[in-house]
C-alpha cells in the first residue's frame, strides 16, 4: 500500500516562504501526476498545484506565489510557497491526481497577519 507523508508546515507571517515535502512510499514513477491540496476549516478540500513530468498547472489563488517540483530519484514532491497570506492558512496535502491513494495526515500551515 502506497503511503504519502506530507512535512515542512508550521506557523509564518504574512509574506514569509515554506517549503513542503510530500514522501510516496515506493517509487513516484507509477504516478505521473502528482498533485498538492490543501483543506481550510470548514471548506472543501481544493487542489492547488499539479505537475506531471516537468509541466505544471497552478489555481489562481495561488498563482504565481507557490512552485511544485518532483524529484523521482527522492520519491518526493514539492510545494515551495512564498509570499504567503493569511488565506493559504490550511491543511495540505499531495495524492496522484490520477490514481488518488489513500490520504496522509497532511501538514499544517498557519499564515498570521
Known amino acids: 500500500q502506497v503511503q504519502l507523508v506530507e512535512s515542512g508546515g508550521g506557523l509564518v507571517q504574512a509574506g514569509g516562504s515554506l517549503r513542503l515535502s510530500c514522501v510516496v512510499s515506493?517509487?513516484?514513477?507509477?504516478?505521473?501526476?502528482m498533485g498538492w491540496y490543501r483543506q481550510a476549516p470548514g471548506k472543501q478540500r481544493e487542489l492547488v498545484a499539479s505537475i506531471i513530468i516537468s509541466s505544471t498547472t497552478y489555481a489562481d489563488s495561488v498563482k504565481g506565489r507557490f512552485t511544485i517540483s518532483r524529484d523521482n530519484a527522492k520519491n518526493t514532491v514539492y510545494l515551495q510557497m512564498n509570499s504567503l497570506n493569511p488565506e493559504d492558512t490550511a491543511v495540505y496535502y499531495c495524492?496522484?491526481?490520477?490514481?488518488?491513494?489513500?490520504w496522509g495526515q497532511g501538514t499544517q500551515v498557519t499564515v498570521s497577519s
Open positions: 515506493g517509487s513516484i514513477l507509477r504516478f505521473n501526476r
Open positions: 495524492n496522484s491526481i490520477n490514481q488518488p491513494q489513500a
